[in-house]
């Protein structure tokens, strides 16, 4: 395999997709949005709970290919027990890692690095978003379909 | 299959050489992708080009450049000519009665707009019909919608098997009294599956209704006779068949053609104007407002002469080899199901593979240099009546060996290497 290949395709990315962490509806969030990624047929739903300002569960099902499957796995480990503003700062640093252009402030995001070879991949950018546009919504204005396109 | 059977011509000796030679006709063949060899094979969302046919809308600019049926300077007749002749061309390709059923359109989208906005709107009425099939593309849905929800008419969708062939007793019990328009696909680009629309079209004309036949995916891969079928209208795109884009025919009936309204508005189509009342041109030119596409039909003849030239019976039957070839090797990779398995098929190979997603088989392709369509191929009620949200598609053309064949099996198997 080419050294881009395998910096897309990570063991992290392999497990998650396989076994996708918080894959579950959570019958009663108070937030919930479906993700749609029309052009290759990608849908999930995300659910959130939030108190007092806090994600205190997240959870998602959907089908997808491996990294919005990944990409959304590792964003409910990422997201669990944040507020909202700091998973707004984290949106934006995501965005910033997948699409290589960087405004925001720096440093590593942890597993999220694992997503970092997207970069090489414009086309699979917008799978390796999708969840994280899909939280947004479900934050911001829930209801709401998100979509890539 | 004998994996080197790769005939062009019928014959006892493989003729491989045949293939080769070709292939140099083709330059973009030659390159590489990710530091591999190209292996192209996604010719259901466009073939790649001939020498001759960048050669001919080269030579056309350089050489005869002029704006058609306006000038009588000598350049303006030769375009006008060359343009004229693509249309002569285009004409016998398909076995037209006249020249003057051939309308030139931006492709196969643009032709069926075209008839449904102006054989459509003026046919349909309220509570009115218009029959297609579960595997049509969206280019012969959205039309058809567009303007159903203008007259009040309904679209109604004939159903398919799983297997992906249509049920034709379901097909002839929904052409009823208040069908107007059957619009039915010749070849799946999802599945490849052919339809018998010979068939078809007579148990419609049996009701008095009269069928659109959407040949993009057919035009390429079969003889098409439209006398033969008998069909009102038939639709291909020019970049499907190893010609450029941008260029596309509308084969009309000519009583169809005749009683048809403008589709759109400008100059050529018209034979005189004044701000009281326009008299519009004769068919075909009352379908081509404003200037055409004239290095692209062009380019579309070039293609066509290049498809006659190694003819369509042969590439047909390469086709087919290649296809039940590329069956048997991707269908025995553990994990795969073949998607679509009609007995009658044309150069398409949908597949899916357990635990992988079509878009990083994709991907992972790619870095093979394989080039594969994942996604739902803009067939996405099709997708859900197959219960599948995307399949991964390899589809053939004249120019595709076994041992691409043999690469694409490899780099599905690598996939399945990397999410073991």
Not at chain 2, 67 to 89: F, P
Not at chain 2, 288 to 307: F, H, M, Q, S, W
């Amino acid at each position: 395999m080419t050294v881009d290949l395998r910096s897309l395709y990570q063991e992290i990315i392999v497990d998650h997709n396989r076994r996708p962490r918080n894959f579950r509806e959570i019958p009663d969030a108070d937030r919930t949005a479906i993700g749609d990624n029309p052009l290759c047929g990608d849908r999930l739903t995300v659910y959130v709970n939030v108190q007092g300002g806090v994600i205190r569960d997240i959870g998602f099902v959907g089908n997808g290919c491996a990294i919005s499957t990944a990409s959304a796995s590792l964003m409910t480990e990422a997201l669990l027990g944040k507020t909202e503003q700091e998973a707004d700062a984290l949106f934006e640093r995501f965005h910033d890692l997948v699409t290589g252009i960087g405004h925001g402030a720096r440093g590593s995001l942890g597993k999220l690095e694992a997503l970092a070879g997207v970069r090489q991949f414009p086309a699979r950018v917008k799978c390796a978003t999708l969840a994280w546009h899909t939280v947004r919504t479900a934050l911001n204005t829930p209801g709401r379909t998100a979509s890539t396109e | 299959m004998n994996r080197s059977s790769a005939l062009l011509t019928a014959g006892p000796i493989p003729a491989v050489p045949e293939i080769s030679r070709l292939r140099d006709d083709f330059p973009i063949l030659s390159r590489k992708v990710h530091g591999k060899p190209l292996v192209y094979l996604d010719n259901a969302a466009t073939t790649q080009k001939p020498r001759s046919v960048i050669a001919a809308v080269q030579r056309y600019y350089r050489t005869s450049n002029a704006n058609v049926h306006r000038g009588v300077h000598a350049l303006s007749d030769r375009a006008t000519q060359a343009y004229e002749e693509a249309r002569n061309r285009v004409a016998r390709f398909l076995n037209a009665r006249e020249d003057r059923e051939i309308v030139f359109v931006r492709g196969a989208t643009e032709a069926i707009n075209l008839v449904a906005q102006t054989f459509g709107l003026l046919r349909l009425r309220e509570g009115d019909e218009v029959l297609v099939t579960a595997m049509e593309h969206h280019a012969n849905i959205v039309p058809w919608q567009m303007v159903c929800d203008r007259a009040g008419a309904r679209l109604t969708v004939a159903p398919v098997y799983a297997a992906g062939e249509l049920d034709l007793a379901a097909y002839e019990g929904m052409l009823t009294g208040r069908t107007r328009l059957a619009a039915v696909t010749h070849v799946s680009n999802a599945l490849g599956t052919v339809n018998p629309v010979r068939e078809m079209i007579g148990m419609a004309h049996a009701r008095g209704i009269p069928v659109l036949v959407d040949g993009a995916q057919a035009a390429p891969h079969l003889p098409v006779d439209v006398q033969a079928l008998g069909c009102d209208f038939y639709v291909f795109s020019g970049h499907k068949l190893y010609g450029p884009t941008g260029i596309g025919v509308l084969y009309g009936k000519a009583e169809h053609l005749e009683a048809m309204p403008p589709y759109q508005g400008g100059g050529d189509m018209i034979l005189r104007v004044t701000f009281e009342k326009t008299t519009y041109n004769a068919i075909p030119w009352k379908f081509e407002a404003g200037t055409p596409n004239i290095a692209g039909a062009v380019g579309l003849r070039a293609a066509i002469d290049y498809l006659d030239a190694i003819g369509l019976p042969a590439v047909s039957t390469h086709e087919r080899e290649l296809l039940a070839y590329a069956t048997e090797e991707v269908g025995r990779i553990p994990g795969v199901r073949i998607v679509g398995t009609a007995r009658e098929k044309a150069g398409i190979l949908s597949f899916v593979l357990e635990g992988v997603h079509p878009h990083d088989i994709g991907t992972i392709l790619d870095h093979e240099g394989v080039a594969i369509r994942a996604g739902h191929h803009c067939a996405m009620p099709l997708m859900d009546r197959l219960g599948l949200p995307a399949t991964a598609r390899a589809s053939f053309g004249l120019y595709n060996t076994p041992a691409e064949v043999d690469l694409l099996a490899a780099g599905i198997r690598k996939a399945r290497e990397v999410f073991r």
